[in-house]
T-cell receptor
C-alpha cells in the first residue's frame, strides 16, 4: 500500500507477557520513528532509525522496550514482561528525509495490558 | 526539555463556525512546526511551517507561524462535521533530537 501500515491493530496481553508490534514504512523512506500515545495525550517519541541504524533511543521508557529494523525497512517494537502502564497506542511514522520533521504516521497498535 | 502547549484542549462549535486553535512552544533549537489531524486512526499531516509570517493554506484550513511569539495558529473556516477530530501540534528541533515533540492536542467537536 501507499501508506505506513502497522500490525496488529489491537493487542491484548496479560501482565508479564512479551509482545511484538510491527511497522511497515512507506517504501523508500529511510527514517522510521516509534511513538507511544497514552489516552488523552499527544504522542511521545520512543526511538528513531535511519535505515537499519538505531540513532536515537532516548525515549524508550525502560530496558523492557526494544526496537529493531534489521534490513532497513520493516521494524519491530518489542515489549518484554508487559505491565499495565504499557497500555497505550503505539504509533509508527516514516520520513523520506532526515532533518525536516515531516513524518507520515501509521494507524497505530492499541495495546491493552490486563 | 522541549515543550508544546495547545489551547483550548477541547472546543465545541456549530457547523459553519470559524475556529482558531493555538499552539505555543519552547524548544532549544527550533527547525519546524507541524500540524496533524487525528481521527480514530493515523494522524494525518496538515502543514509544516518553518518561516515566520507566511500563511499556508489548504482549502478551508490555514496556518501561520510567529517565531517572535513562539506560537502558531490553525484556522478552520466554515466548519463541517467531518472536521471533528483531535488536532495535534508538534515541533521538530533537530540537533540530534530526531523525534517530534507533541502537544496534548485540541479535541474539536463540530455539532450539526
Amino acid at each position: 500500500g501507499a501508506g505506513v501500515s502497522q500490525s496488529p491493530r489491537y493487542k491484548v496481553a496479560k501482565r508479564g507477557q512479551d509482545v511484538a508490534l510491527r511497522c511497515d514504512p512507506i517504501s523508500g523512506h529511510v527514517s522510521l520513528f516509534w511513538y507511544q500515545q497514552a489516552l488523552g495525550q499527544g504522542p511521545e517519541f520512543l526511538t528513531y532509525f535511519q535505515n537499519e541504524a538505531q540513532l536515537d533511543k532516548s525515549g524508550l521508557p525502560s530496558d523492557r522496550f526494544f526496537a529493531e529494523r534489521p534490513e532497513g525497512s520493516v521494524s519491530t517494537l518489542k515489549i518484554q514482561r508487559t505491565q499495565q502502564e504499557d497500555s497505550a497506542v503505539y504509533l509508527c511514522a516514516s520520513s523520506w528525509i532526515r532533518g525536516s520533521g515531516e513524518q507520515y504516521f501509521g494507524p497505530g497498535t492499541r495495546l491493552t495490558v490486563t | 526539555e522541549d515543550k508544546v502547549v495547545q489551547s483550548p484542549l477541547s472546543l465545541v462549535v456549530h457547523e459553519g463556525d470559524t475556529v482558531t486553535l493555538n499552539c505555543s512552544y519552547e524548544v532549544t533549537n527550533f527547525r519546524s512546526l507541524l500540524w496533524y489531524k487525528q481521527e480514530k486512526k493515523a494522524p494525518t499531516f496538515l502543514f509544516m511551517l518553518t518561516s515566520s509570517g507566511i500563511e499556508k493554506k489548504s482549502g478551508r484550513l490555514s496556518s501561520i507561524l510567529d517565531k517572535k511569539e513562539l506560537s502558531s495558529i490553525l484556522n478552520i473556516t466554515a466548519t463541517q462535521t467531518g472536521d471533528s477530530a483531535i488536532y495535534l501540534c508538534a515541533v521538530y528541533s533537530g540537533g540530534g533530537a530526531d523525534g517530534l515533540t507533541f502537544g496534548k492536542g485540541t479535541h474539536l467537536i463540530i455539532q450539526p
